[in-house]
């Protein structure tokens, strides 16, 4: 038996925003869903249908009869009495079993809601998020002093630290990250303990090569590992309408979609703490091929490369983008410290040849006096 590992700093307090929604306005609570747009539910499909072909997020359909949840990224089922979640499955490039359960026992006043790409059980001890995206994120936070028991397939390999799982499962990669808790471990059976209430359990892939965004998905859970990792925010725009997908990884931090159109998106983020970086992806053809990112009003500097933001610990903010494959883009976007902040991602007009013409003509004009100049020098 693996001895007890304790985590030594409750940092990873996940919190989770809803998931994006193809038939309402936005409410102001943090949800994140499809305007009313002229397109109208045609429109709301093709974006549904955009979102899980850029791979970035997609629909939870839901059996009730049997509990059962698919969707283009996960699939998986709530045990009858609703004390577990059941064969949590990857389905994207392959179906591979990521978990064979999550256990955290009877529950009173158990109720779920699914809600566009988010799925989400609330009771009087326990609280569980699962997200229908590429990184399959699944989060619970129990709030009483019961342990939580997590099986994983035959034929999962892992090793334990004092604040995270690492996994593989086949060509898969995962992360299990706990918060104020122990872990014991025995085979394939992970046993969770609480030092302090609430704690929080969160589980997270890396989308296997092929997925869009394999390497911005890798380095940002070890992001997640260290610290660094605030949240994810995933953005489809089209027609006038727009649906997103988030997740907080930390519980005292807030992100809300406050305005989505072409080329202009303003989230705003608030907690407290030290920085971290957010991850945003977008669909490509919400944006011009150029962009600028604001930080409070202020224009942002772009980094070098992913590793330059991921890694920055000054006080001015710090962002890269960099196209996917499917057609998305991603963001890293560095918030030196917290408390509430306004980041904006505007797509730049290729200013028209128009624009240059005054700077052609005086430099046809210098031309001009300059080779006057040098043919009177000559007849001299």
Known sequence: MLGLLALGVPYFAAASGPGGECHAEGDGDGREHAGEGPGGEA???????????????????????????????????LSENMSAIEDYTMEVPEETLLLESVVWGEVTGATYTV??????????????????????????????????????????????DERFVNMSIGDLEAVIIYVNATLSAEGGTLTFTPTSTPYHIIFRIVPAEGVAGHMWEREYTEALKIRKAVGEMRIAISDGEHMADQFAYRENVRMELKHAERNRVRIEVSGEGEGGVMLLQMNREALQSRVRVYFDGEEVKEAENLGEVLEATGEEPLYYSEPAEKGS??????????????????????????DYLPYIAVGIVVLLVAAIFLALRKRK
């Open 115 to 160: 809600s566009g790409a988010h799925f989400r059980l609330t009771s009087d001890e326990v609280l569980v998020d699962a997200h229908n995206n590429p990184a399959a994120i699944l989060m619970v936070r129990v709030y009483d002093s019961r342990d939580m028991v997590y099986t994983l397939p035959e034929g999962a390999k892992y090793t334990a």
């Open 43 to 77: 429109a709301e499909e093709r974006m549904c249908m955009m979102a899980e072909e850029a791979h970035m997020f997609g629909q939870i359909e839901e059996e009730s009869e049997n509990l059962s949840f698919s969707g283009r990224f996960v699939e998986f089922s």
């Open 329 to 354: 883009q991603y963001f890293a976007v560095y918030i030196p410290h917290f408390s509430t902040h306004t980041i904006e991602i505007v797509g730049v007009e290729e200013w028209p040849l128009a």
